[in-house]
């Protein structure tokens, strides 16, 4: 795939509001490619088919990233398993079709490293696929982004069409859900400790044990990581999907201790071991995408750093979001 095809065509970003999609939108715009098509969820639900189809035709994108999805932390993962599995087969069945449908030229769809088995040899390579049971608490989501490297696969493989499946690790950055029940464990960290501080708290309560370990990578590497994968390979060049991380994990304890730096708070950890730890470990092999010219480039505490920043500017002057129980 070659520059100018990028510059000539129109990128439709799906989920161009959320964390890794507005990260993308971004990214592209500062590359200089402003042919970005978008489209609210007002504007388009992407579980309807007939509707997904009525966009593709009128709009025609050249190019496709799909990071329009039905995401959570492990609390809403294993609460909600029927809206994570319902409405996430639903996007990726309408959209990778209109794609097939419509001749677009490449498209990128987005999974999680929660798709390889909980007990997989660690680091994880994109082999371990179905080699083995899968973490209970996100299953069903799980289940959902296996279906869409294998429906790329089956479009691929059937129609020639040139459709990718990128993996990226645990997320965080500007943009982020802080919702204290629903999000990941980075975000979710960030505002109680914030809380914490502001409200003169002695305890910070920490979900599990503190002893699972998690890789986490900023937004904006993922998003270059989506531009080098547009710019640049075609789904010859990986197998039916590729891991995006930092290749580098943390225990939750340390990853606590990070966050309660950054923001300034000196209170004890207390582990709430009535909530689940889920995965003991996913961290990924990341040596196919670094053997193509690609690695991720920001350093843990100065991604947290600068989503802190953000955080403090969405939420600074206004009233932080309704503190929900936790
Ligand atoms: O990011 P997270 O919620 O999901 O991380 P997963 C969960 C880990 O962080 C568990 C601990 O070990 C939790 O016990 N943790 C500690 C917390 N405090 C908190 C907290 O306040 N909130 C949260 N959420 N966790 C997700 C999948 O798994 O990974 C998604 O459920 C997706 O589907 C995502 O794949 C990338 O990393 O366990």
């Keep these: 795939m070659n520059d100018s095809a990028l510059h000539e065509g129109r990128i439709y970003v799906a989920g161009h509001r959320g964390l890794v999609g507005s990260a993308v939108v971004r990214r592209l715009h500062a590359e200089g490619l402003h042919n970005i098509v978008t489209a609210t969820r007002d504007e ?33 993962n ?20 209109a ?10 769809f987005l999974g999680s490293s929660c798709i390889y088995p909980k007990f997989a040899a660690q680091p994880i390579t994109e082999s371990a696929l179905l080699s083995g049971a899968l ?22 493989r059937q129609h020639g069409s040139n459709f ?19 999000s990941h464990v980075l975000p979710a960290l960030m505002r109680r400790a914030h809380e914490a501080r502001a409200q003169g708290l002695d305890e910070l309560v920490v979900w599990g044990s503190g002893t699972p370990r998690r890789e986490l990578m900023h937004v904006d590497d993922l998003a270059s ?5 547009l710019q640049r390979l075609d789904a010859s060049d990986i197998g039916e999907c590729v891991n995006i991380g930092v290749g580098s994990d943390l225990s939750i304890r340390e990853i606590a201790e990070i966050v309660m730096r950054v923001v300034g708070y000196q209170g004890r950890i207390v582990f709430d071991t009535s909530k689940p730890d889920g995965t003991p470990r996913k961290l990924l092999d990341v040596s196919v995408m670094k053997h193509l010219g690609w690695s991720a480039r920001i350093p843990l505490a100065e991604g947290i750093h600068s989503a802190y920043q953000d955080f403090l500017t969405r939420f600074t002057g ?7 129980t936790h």
Excluded at 49 to 75: C, N, T, W, Y
Excluded at 103 to 108: A, E, G, M, N
Excluded at 225 to 229: K, V
């Design 164 to 182: 990718l499946a990128l993996m990226p690790t645990n997320l965080y950055g500007p943009g982020d859900n802080y919702d204290l029940l629903g």
């Design 318 to 324: 206004q009233a932080a979001p309704a503190l929900s």
């Design 44 to 76: 388009l639900d992407l579980t309807v088919p007939g509707d997904v189809m009525a966009f593709f035709e009128a709009q025609r994108p050249s190019h496709v990233l799909l990071a329009a999805a039905k995401v959570g932390g492990i609390l809403a």
């Design 78 to 97: 294993s609460q909600e398993p029927v809206a994570f599995i319902r409405d996430n087969l639903a996007i990726q069945a309408n959209v990778i079709e």
């Design 225 to 229: 990581a989506c531009l080098f994968a």
């Design 99 to 108: 794609c097939h449908r419509f001749q677009v030229r490449k498209l990128v």
């Design 135 to 156: 973490e209970p608490t996100n299953e069903a989501y799980a289940i959902a982004k296996i279906a869409g490297i294998k429906a790329c696969a089956a479009y691929n």
